[in-house]
């Protein structure tokens, strides 16, 4: 059974990060550009970032076991990153444009999960996944992943995913030797089982050979100081059933997260006095608190995400 006191972390550390991410918003960091276009020369930093807030809110309303101060704050980023993307209409034009690329559905994806839905959008994603084109896009396999779960969470229907296939292409699904993990496949690992798993909704979809091997670094970066890889990897002690690793990772994160709920990503350099610089460098490591708390809570209560 879970301990009662790592929930209780995991709970504030989770909502506290949420406050920091809507209090950002407020003062106005994460907005796009009034000129910005659909030819995004660099996407992840146009609006990576409102699709990562819309992420970690959509999971909070769909799991429902916040308190009704953190839902309200979720629909708020949500509202927030849908007006800044034009209703959608940003994302439509540029997957029209650019019919190959990948970003404009998995933006789309974490508010169509919230109710969010853009008719022409869906209409075109149902057009596009008849191409052999998108089939055959080369990306990297857990992005190809990411793709896959997007299509699944917002109901497309033509032509289904081989999962099996997709989850042995990755690294997590050849169980290579441990010690030749390095820091971006730590990343690639996290994503694997987010995917398989959709965010926890799913655990029993990630195949039982990778469960071990992937709960075996939490201590190595946790030492080294990696909180936003660390955070990832709380989550996904969750997606794959019942917290097990214990309070160490969740009072790690605690001891560093700030008063306002800003969490530093690493501890290779100090944090940013310019509140717009900090929100940059250290929003994604509240976007994993929030998932990581929204998740772990979930799955002690007995998985609310199941029918997502």
Same mark, same amino acid.
């Given at each position: 059974?879970t301990d009662h006191?790592?929930?209780?972390?995991?709970?504030q550390?989770g909502s506290?990060a949420?406050a920091?991410?809507?209090a !950002?918003?407020?003062?106005?960091f994460? $907005?796009? !550009?009034?000129?910005?276009?659909?030819?995004?020369?660099?996407?992840?930093?146009?609006y990576?970032?409102?699709?990562?807030c819309?992420?970690?809110?959509?999971?909070?309303?769909?799991?429902?076991?916040?308190?009704?101060h953190?839902?309200?704050?979720a629909?708020?980023?949500?509202?927030?990153?849908w007006?800044q993307? $034009?209703?959608?209409?940003?994302l439509y034009?540029?997957?029209?444009r650019h019919l190959?690329?990948t970003?404009?559905l998995?933006?789309y994806v974490?508010?169509?999960?919230?109710?969010?839905r853009?008719?022409?959008?869906?209409?075109?994603?149902e057009s596009l996944g008849r191409? $052999?084109?998108v089939?055959a896009?080369?990306?990297?396999?857990s992005?190809?992943?990411?793709v896959a779960?997007?299509?699944?969470?917002?109901?497309?229907?033509?032509q289904p995913d081989?999962?099996?296939?997709?989850?042995?292409?990755?690294?997590?699904?050849a169980t290579?030797?441990?010690?030749?993990?390095d820091?971006?496949?730590?990343?690639?690992?996290?994503?694997?089982?987010?995917?398989l798993?959709?965010w926890?909704? $799913?655990p029993?979809?990630?195949p039982?050979?990778?469960?071990?091997?992937?709960r075996?670094?939490?201590?190595?970066? /946790?030492?080294?100081?990696q909180?936003?890889l660390?955070g990832?990897?709380l989550?996904?002690d !969750?997606?794959?059933?019942?917290?097990?690793t214990?309070?160490q990772g969740?009072?790690a994160l605690?001891a560093?997260?700030?008063?306002d709920g /800003?969490?530093p990503r690493?501890? !290779?350099e100090?944090?940013?006095e310019?509140?717009?610089q900090?929100?940059?460098?250290?929003?994604?490591?509240?976007v994993?608190?929030?998932?990581?708390g929204?998740?772990?809570?979930?799955r002690a /209560?007995g998985?609310a995400a199941?029918a997502a």
């Amino acid at each position: 059974m879970t301990d009662h006191r790592l929930l209780a972390t995991a709970q504030q550390l989770g909502s506290r990060a949420m406050a920091w991410l809507h209090a !950002s918003h407020d003062q106005g960091f994460g $907005r796009l !550009s009034d000129d910005i276009t659909i030819d995004l020369a660099d996407p992840n930093n146009a609006y990576k970032p409102l699709g990562e807030c819309a992420l970690a809110a959509s999971l909070v309303l769909r799991d429902g076991v916040t308190g009704p101060h953190d839902a309200r704050i979720a629909r708020e980023l949500l509202d927030f990153g849908w007006t800044q993307l $034009r209703e959608g209409n940003l994302l439509y034009e540029r997957q029209l444009r650019h019919l190959v690329m990948t970003d404009p559905l998995e933006t789309y994806v974490h508010f169509a999960r919230a109710g969010y839905r853009h008719p022409a959008m869906d209409e075109l994603l149902e057009s596009l996944g008849r191409l $052999r084109a998108v089939r055959a896009a080369e990306i990297l396999p857990s992005r190809r992943l990411a793709v896959a779960n997007a299509r699944r969470v917002v109901g497309l229907r033509n032509q289904p995913d081989d999962w099996a296939a997709l989850a042995a292409g990755t690294w997590l699904g050849a169980t290579p030797e441990p010690w030749a993990v390095d820091w971006m496949t730590g990343y690639d690992i996290t994503h694997t089982v987010f995917h398989l798993t959709d965010w926890g909704a $799913r655990p029993e979809d990630l195949p039982e050979p990778m469960r071990d091997y992937v709960r075996a670094w939490l201590d190595i970066w /946790l030492e080294v100081g990696q909180w936003d890889l660390a955070g990832e990897l709380l989550v996904v002690d !969750s997606c794959i059933g019942e917290p097990v690793t214990g309070l160490q990772g969740w009072e790690a994160l605690a001891a560093v997260q700030r008063e306002d709920g /800003l969490i530093p990503r690493d501890n !290779s350099e100090p944090v940013a006095e310019d509140p717009a610089q900090a929100f940059q460098d250290h929003e994604h490591t509240a976007v994993v608190a929030v998932v990581a708390g929204t998740v772990t809570l979930s799955r002690a /209560l007995g998985g609310a995400a199941v029918a997502a």
